[in-house]
Structures are given as structure tokens and as C-alpha cells.
């Protein structure tokens, strides 16, 4: 390993998950994008929260919204805070570079979860992710700015990111059958995330 674990980010979160539950930002910098989110959905909308970590923030202000919501989680330790935090909702061990839950979704969410994965693997994740969706189904995720990788301490351990550059993000997504609905670079009201929003067919 040259830093740290790069391949399984999830094996990161399995060692950090108390850590991660005790210092993870529990204040709703992304509420803006959850209610954009939720202003373009039905009423009581499917949502794939795909990287749900622990259930909290994210998870819990959808669930206050009469959003129905899966979380998947490659991060055992992880799922077990999340089972813990919402005992009613449905949480599947799954590693998204393998997502096959054979069922539609209103939205999926990959907040802070998808650019764990390589610049490699990241294209993939876009046939995967229409595959999940509905017509009309409404993609929200975070990236990096460009191409790259990048390394944080987070509980101790060194954790991967990487991103590809914008304009491959916006091939990706239109030639997967979507359209971008906002993109937001480094948004000083969100802690400087870069955040895409994306309608499906």
C-alpha cells in the first residue's frame, strides 16, 4: 500500500466507524441540495442512499421528509451505527462497484461516498447508476474539481479520494441518458464541495 488502503476504502471505515460516528459534521451543510433533491421528487420517493455511512445527517433529514430510503453501505462497522441510529430502515452490505439491488429508484445519493473510489473505477459507476434510477430519476453526488487523487486523515488513518476532471464527469453523465441540472464547484456554503445534480432519461 502506498499511503494507506486505496483499492477498499471501505476496510478504512471498518477501523474509524466509532470515530466516524462521534466527528462525523452532524449540522446540514447539504441541506439546500437535500431540498433541491426533494422539490423535484414525488411524494414518499425511493431513495438509494448509496454510501450512507451511519444513517446521519443525510439519511435521517430524508427520512423526516417522508422520503422511503435504502442505505448501502460497504463499511460493515459502518452499517451496524447506521441499523443502530434507524432500527425500521433497510440497510444492505453492499460494495458499490458491485451494486445490483435489481430495483429502481426515485433518487440516488452518493454524498462522500463515490470519489472514494479510483479514477479508474469511477466511469463504471455511471451505467450502474442509471440502471438503478427511474425515468426521471434525479442523481446527487460529490466530487473533486479535477483529475486527481488526494489523501486525508480522518481517525488516524489515511483515507483515498480521487476525481476526474469535470468535463469527463459531464461526458459520463450524458452519455448514460443524463442531463446535469447543477453543478456547483467548491461551494463556501456546503464546506467547499463540489456538488452535481443530474436528472435520468
Known sequence: ?????RNNVYRVYDKIAAWFAENRINGLLEQKYLERLISLLPKNALVLDLGCGTGKPILEYLSRNNMAIIGVDASEEILKIAQA???????????MRLLNLKRQFDAIIAWHSFFHLSAAEQPAMFARFASHLKPGG???????TERGEAWGMNGGENLFHASLDPKEYLDLLQSNNFTVIEHVEKDPE???????????G
Request: proline share 3%.
Open 1 to 5: 500500500m502506498e499511503k494507506g488502503e
Open 85 to 95: 441510529n434507524f432500527p425500521t430502515t433497510t440497510f444492505i452490505l453492499q460494495d
Open 138 to 144: 434525479i442523481l446527487l453526488f460529490t466530487s473533486g
Open 190 to 200: 456546503c464546506n467547499y464541495d463540489t456538488v452535481w445534480l443530474a436528472k435520468f
